[in-house]
């Protein structure tokens, strides 16, 4: 071997070598942004809700109502509850609801993570 031959064959090994290394940082980097962790909120406490009726307000149902007089539309409140009681009282964990819309808009729209009947 000749070289010019044991150089040419150092230069391609090397830059596959390289364009494998820029694959794998761009896939890394993509991952980490595309696979983005949902937030659950409240982080570490459960937040108080009331459980309010608003059946006769526009193609609404049941829905929560917050300690500061906001409202949290559940989309899977039937997966979480067997009766409803207008006023009952909850502590509930959520995340937001991805690609739903809302006939009622009268708060976020969430899916429960955890619900838990608050005594009174």
């Known amino acids: 071997m000749n070289q010019a031959t044991i150089i ?15 694959f794998l940082i761009v896939f890394i980097i993509l991952v980490n942004f595309s696979c983005q962790k949902e937030e659950i909120f409240p982080s570490t406490v459960y937040e ?43 502590l509930i964990k959520y995340k937001r609801a991805k690609n739903q819309v809302s006939i009622c808009q009268v708060g976020l729209m969430i899916e429960i993570v955890e619900i838990v009947d608050r005594l009174k």
């Open 8 to 22: 040419n064959h150092l230069s391609f090994s090397s830059m596959k070598g390289i364009k494998g290394l820029i």
């Open 48 to 90: 108080e809700v009331t459980l309010k009726n608003l059946t006769g307000f526009d193609g609404c149902g049941f829905v929560f109502q917050k300690t500061d007089s906001t409202y949290l539309e559940p989309t899977n409140l039937g997966h979480c509850l067997d009766t409803y009681i207008d006023g009952k009282n909850y």
